[in-house]
């Protein structure tokens, strides 16, 4: 998944599934940023939408 994204860094997919991964690991940040790409490609993405307010939400010193 890195080696797609190091290739394409706007995959929408990749960026899904590493944001999920980062997110399990507990990895907030990292996850926070992979949304915040794949929404700056896709804004009007619900799931990437929704997530992000999940983020915010639960972490408001990311938000900032």
């Known amino acids: ?29 990292k996850c926070y940023i992979d949304i915040n790409t794949a929404l700056n490609t896709e804004p009007q993405n619900e799931h990437f939408v929704r997530f992000a307010a999940k983020l915010e939400q639960s972490y408001p010193e990311i938000g900032n």
């Open 1 to 29: 998944m890195n080696e797609l994204l190091a290739c394409e860094g706007n995959n929408i997919k990749a960026l899904n599934l590493r944001a999920k991964a980062y997110y399990n690991r507990n990895e907030i940040l």
